[in-house]
């Protein structure tokens, strides 16, 4: 091309624009918002489209946009848009999200909107941080010194006080008899750190150590401070370092904590742990955040708060160089970035066997598996689960937990009774707990975790009677075993106490697993007359009470809330037939087992579960409230208080299921409150 040919095109160029700009300038007459459509017609005028140059036209089409412009987001710490706080998990879950929901009310109150949860681990509490992911996060000291190296915009908003200062100590403590008396006699023992990214719990200690040559045995990181120290109380480890001094949060669940062990060494000052701002977080709104929680710690609610979370006494501002000792301390170690830190490895590996079925099949199964979970998330466990094909396959899963080591193994249902038993002997050095089982005598390493099914199954017999119109109502139960019998013999009685001239009609199917037999078994009973339908016998149950849900017919679950399993939360048809369901807290039962062994006193022997406990009771009426008056209400609180102080007796052996003919409450003998 010449030189004319492209002085040409340029002229050419230049018109063009020119055209299109006077068409844009016509189009447009004044600017608009997204909520107002005018400024889109400046994209499909007809003049300036037909001009040939016009093809290539940008600006006129791209006034566009701003009509479909995206409102805009809340800003954070809105009630829209909650701050995303994170605690690390220094301590027990539950005790720190306790005090976590009083300190959300009082930020509340001072129009600041956070939504709290405990991070796994210290680590993933930081990643969340860098990521994006957590808003405000209560770090720990070195905790905070590996989050600004990793992600610089990090902002320190605020240390703790405590015992009136910004600096606090660990310490190393050891068995009182022990024969441990300073660091160099820790030479070939074992030890319980508290967390990679723990200051108190892992850095310092750690300088102290190499600082005197003391090479460990073995080490294992417990997850908090209150595990370190109970690692030393049950003899899981010889030593362990925490924060000064951990053992006055423990006293009360172990009184003698400070008798059985002692403190050998004390670590250098440490600044305290931080309240840190993630980079994303706007600098108004991290200010707004620092200030309402220097108004919050100022009250005594406040300090109840933050002292329920972490014993915090207070709160200071500070400057992030408040943390270079840290820094040479880490860097001393070899700490250099958080590469270096994975988190947790867990003291524990717990691992369950459910009977045949799957930890989702809305059974005990799956209530044992969420009891797992619970403790998982509370104590950073190391857990597994193998789900039954087959009875046979009972000891081969157990048998498997148990080659590779796992420090605890709970098995799953009345079925699984004798190779428990046989594992637990088997296998001295492993704790084991079993769902529905109690035995005459235990080995010491065995839990049998049992309930008063029939407490459960009365009260489901008495809704029950109380609303039954035709005077019959109908069980479908599983195979007969104990708690099964416990269910039905107790619900047989629940009725006959609140309605004498009430008829219940049952069958016992020998399978679990069979819904279609529960159906056929629920239908039956609809044909003879039932107008309500229990169903107590896993899947099985399961099956009877959705078919004659969906017949129209009243029903209640079993074991777990039926409610969110079989029906579904309440998508699936029939939900609004469920009355109720009577439970057993399975998860609670599982859950208080796993965390005696990390708190050390995990004993052999029974652990009853009943009303007086709320081991078992009735699930919400949720679908079905409507149908349940507030005088049957009141009859089954009544009732429920009666079982739970003993004044009235189900009638039925606690052990066995076997009906007691001469403790059966007489049949219409009940009186309304």
């Known amino acids: 091309m010449n030189k004319r040919l492209y002085v040409l095109l340029a002229v050419l160029l230049v018109f063009s624009m020119m055209l299109a700009a006077c068409g844009a300038q016509t189009a447009t007459p004044e600017p608009t918002t997204a909520a107002e459509p005018a400024a889109q017609p400046a994209a499909t005028e007809a003049p300036a489209a037909t001009e040939a140059p016009a093809a290539t036209e940008a600006p006129a089409a791209t006034e566009a946009p701003a009509a479909t412009e995206a409102p805009a987001e809340a800003a954070k710490g809105t009630e829209e848009n909650p701050l995303v706080q994170v605690f690390v998990p220094s301590g027990e879950t539950e005790q720190i999200m306790s005090g976590a929901g009083e300190l959300d009310a009082l930020l509340a109150a001072h129009g600041i909107y956070v939504d709290s949860s405990v991070a796994t681990s210290y680590a993933a509490a930081i990643e969340a941080m860098c990521a994006g992911k957590a808003d405000i996060v209560w770090l720990a000291t070195l905790s905070y010194v590996i989050a600004k190296d990793k992600c610089p915009d990090a902002q320190l908003l605020l240390t703790s006080m405590r015992f009136g200062s910004q600096f606090y100590n660990g310490q190393i403590i050891v068995g009182a008899d022990s024969g441990i008396e300073s660091i160099e006699d820790l030479n070939g023992k074992s030890f319980a750190f508290t967390d990679p990214a723990s200051t108190s719990g892992y850095l310092y200690p750690t300088a102290l150590l190499e600082e005197n040559g003391v090479e460990l045995s073995e080490s294992l990181f417990a997850g908090s401070h209150n595990s370190a120290a109970l690692a030393v109380y049950n003899g899981r480890a010889d030593a362990a370092a925490t924060y000064v001094d951990v053992r006055n949060s423990l006293e009360s669940d172990f009184p003698d904590i400070k008798d059985k062990t002692k403190v050998i060494a004390l670590t250098d000052d440490?600044?305290?742990?931080?309240?840190?701002?993630?980079?994303?977080?706007?600098?108004?709104?991290?200010?707004?955040?620092?200030?309402?929680?220097?108004?919050?710690?100022?009250?005594?609610?406040?300090?109840?708060?933050?002292?329920?979370?972490?014993?915090?006494?207070?709160?200071?501002?500070?400057?992030?160089?408040?943390?270079?000792?840290?820094?040479?301390?880490?860097?001393?170690?070899?700490?250099?970035?958080?590469?270096?830190?994975?988190?947790?490895?867990?003291?524990?590996?717990?691992?369950?066997?459910?009977?045949v079925g799957k930890v989702d099949d809305g059974t005990f199964n799956q209530y044992a598996y969420e009891g797992l979970q619970r403790a998982a998330e509370a104590y950073g466990l190391d857990t597994s689960f193998i789900e039954t094909a087959q009875p046979t396959d009972y000891e081969k899963n157990v048998e498997q937990f148990a080659q590779e080591g796992y420090d605890m193994i709970v098995t799953v249902g009345f079925m699984m009774g004798e190779t428990t038993q046989k594992m637990a002997e088997k296998y001295p050095d492993i704790n084991f707990a079993i769902v529905d089982n109690a035995y005459e005598e235990y080995p010491e390493n065995l839990q049998g975790l049992v309930f008063r099914e029939d407490q459960a199954g009365f009260l489901a017999g008495a809704l029950a009677g109380l609303l039954s119109e035709s005077k019959t109502v109908g069980i479908v139960a599983g195979m007969e075993i104990p708690p099964v019998k416990k269910f039905r013999n107790g619900y047989e009685n629940g009725v006959a106490y609140v309605c004498g001239d009430c008829d219940t009609v049952g069958v016992y199917i020998d399978s679990f697993t069979d819904p279609a037999r529960g159906k056929t078994a629920a239908l039956s009973q609809i044909a003879e007359g039932a107008d309500i339908i229990f169903g107590a016998g896993g899947p099985t149950g399961s099956g009877g009470i959705l078919g004659a849900a969906q017949d129209g017919v009243w029903v209640i679950g079993v074991d777990q809330d039926e409610y969110f399993t079989t029906f579904g939360g309440g998508t699936t048809d029939g939900a609004d037939k469920l009355l109720s369901s009577a439970m057993k807290r399975v998860d609670n039962a599982v859950y208080n087992s796993i965390q005696s062994l990390v708190r050390g006193n995990f004993t052999g022997g029974t652990a009853l579960y009943t009303a007086s406990n709320d081991g078992v009771g009735l699930a919400p009426f949720h679908d079905a409230e409507g149908a349940v008056s507030a005088d049957v209400m009141a009859a089954l609180d009544d009732i429920k208080a009666m079982l739970a102080s003993g004044d009235l007796t189900t009638g039925v052996d606690g052990t066995s299921g076997d009906v007691i003919e001469d403790e059966v409450p007489a049949p219409g003998s009940f009186t309304a409150p």
């Not at 710690?297 to 408040?322: M, R």
């Open 270 to 355: 440490i600044p305290n742990d931080t309240i840190t701002a993630g980079p994303d977080v706007p600098a108004d709104v991290a200010d707004a955040y620092k200030q309402a929680m220097l108004d919050i710690v100022g009250t005594d609610d406040g300090l109840q708060a933050v002292y329920d979370i972490y014993e915090w006494e207070g709160a200071a501002e500070a400057d992030d160089s408040f943390f270079d000792p840290v820094r040479t301390a880490a860097t001393a170690i070899g700490v250099v970035d958080l590469q270096n830190w994975k988190g947790v490895s867990a003291p524990y590996r717990i691992g369950l066997v459910t009977d």
